[in-house]
């Protein structure tokens, strides 16, 4: 009889402990979001032409914005596959990377100077033309669209930067993150419940005027992506 | 009889809890996300070591920077004040929590957050105006540790092409996990 009674305290007690360290890992229940308040239809994004690269995978069954920013200028695909045989130095290694849980990116190319590449090598470059963000990267919209639900990339925050929760045209409640001061890449996560999205575009001060897309088409393009 | 199933119970109650203590001690090892707490690098901090190597392994991709070399000097700096002025920061080279954090902000997961993936896992890319990779960098989180994963051709020495530097006040690898 006392054996019985103790296992059953051991059990509670288990159960008991499993709570409270659950509670201080902060072990994460998959969100819920609301349901889309209407359907979008999705309509194939094409990819810009690559003759020398063939698709690996079928980028128009997945989910994709149905309205960009007009400054969009083109559309490219970059599947899981690429992604890892991509990786300098690992080719050798690539096939037995794993791709199930690698996400397919679509490269939104921006027009405009200050999306265009205008570095220069650091013994050209001059002081006035630094302090005036002459020198700066091309800048364009990626999406990348993770094959798994629920979780977000959580891991920007912080000095300079600004948290906040937007919630979208499609239904879905977004993680959205961008530098304090106005600069710095947006950065827009959510999730469907079947898949997680990661919308980013970088904003840079150039002697040409703002780069990337600002917040409210950026928050706009999230929210016309459907669900899946 | 009494004192022997006294002592399985308590036997019991130990292992248990020390299996369910097991999570929060790996949930305990994770790294920092933010990077906000990576040692300065620059002339206001360190000018070698694995937090250099992060940061110039970033600036390959960002500014075109070469070569991944552990040696922060005149070209880093330049490089680092560019990136620096077209994000509105303080323009003095010195890589602190803020422009860590601005660095870090434009580094993603190519693997669904939450789920483990062969290593390297993260990326910073570059297009160009066709939507193609135009420069990448590559970076590996592991349960414990940030590292800089040097592609070849962007390295130097000491620097090894497709070695992994842990995210260190010193150049050495990732740190493994307990």
């Excluded at chain 2, 010195?94 to 693997?111: D, K, L, Q």
């Amino acid at each position: 009889m006392n054996i019985y009674r103790n296992v059953t305290f051991v059990a509670v007690a288990g159960l008991v402990l499993l709570g409270t360290v659950g509670c201080a890992t902060g072990i994460n229940t998959r969100p819920t979001n609301d349901a889309a308040s209407g359907s979008v239809a999705a309509t194939a994004v094409d990819a810009a032409p690559q003759s020398s690269i063939r698709l690996s995978c079928d980028a128009s069954a997945l989910p994709q914005p149905t309205w960009t920013p007009p400054i969009v200028s083109a559309v490219a695909v970059e599947c899981p596959t690429d992604i890892v045989n991509g990786v300098p130095g690992q080719e050798a290694a690539a096939s037995t990377l794993a791709t199930s849980h690698v996400g397919t990116m679509i490269a939104y190319s921006l027009s405009g100077l200050a999306n265009q590449e205008t570095l220069q090598p650091a013994e050209a470059m001059t002081e006035a033309g630094i302090l005036s963000g002459h020198y700066h990267p091309a800048t364009a919209i990626q999406l990348i669209v993770y094959p798994d639900p629920g979780a977000i990339d959580t891991g920007v925050s912080g000095p300079g930067i600004t948290v906040s929760k937007v919630r979208l045209d499609n239904g879905f409640t977004a993680l959205v993150t961008q530098g304090s001061n106005g600069y710095g890449t947006i950065r827009i996560a959510w999730t469907d419940n079947v898949r997680s999205y990661l919308l980013m575009t970088t904003v840079m001060k150039t002697d040409s005027g703002p780069s990337g897309a600002n917040l409210a088409d950026m928050v706009r393009m999230a929210g016309s992506t459907p669900a899946s | 009889m009494q004192k022997r199933s006294g002592h399985i119970f308590l036997v019991a109650l130990f292992t248990l809890a020390m299996v369910m203590m097991t999570p929060a001690v790996a949930n305990a090892q994770q790294p920092n996300d933010s990077w906000s707490t990576n040692g300065k690098v620059g002339y206001c901090g360190q000018t070698s070591g694995g937090y250099v190597v992060a940061a110039q392994n970033y600036l390959w991709t960002s500014d075109a920077y070469l070569y991944v070399d552990n040696a922060w000097g005149s070209n880093s700096n330049a490089k680092m004040r560019a990136f620096q002025s077209r994000f509105g920061l303080t323009v003095d080279g010195c890589v602190g929590p803020a422009t860590w954090n601005t660095i870090r902000s434009t580094v993603y997961s190519v693997c669904s957050p939450g789920y483990a993936c062969s290593l390297p896992n993260f990326r910073v890319a570059l297009l160009n105006g066709s939507g193609q990779i135009a420069r990448q960098s590559w970076y590996s989180r592991t349960n414990c540790d940030w590292g800089s994963y040097i592609q070849s051709g962007i390295n130097a020495s000491p620097i090894s092409a497709g070695s992994t530097y842990g995210f260190s006040s010193s150049l050495v690898g990732v740190v493994s996990c307990v």
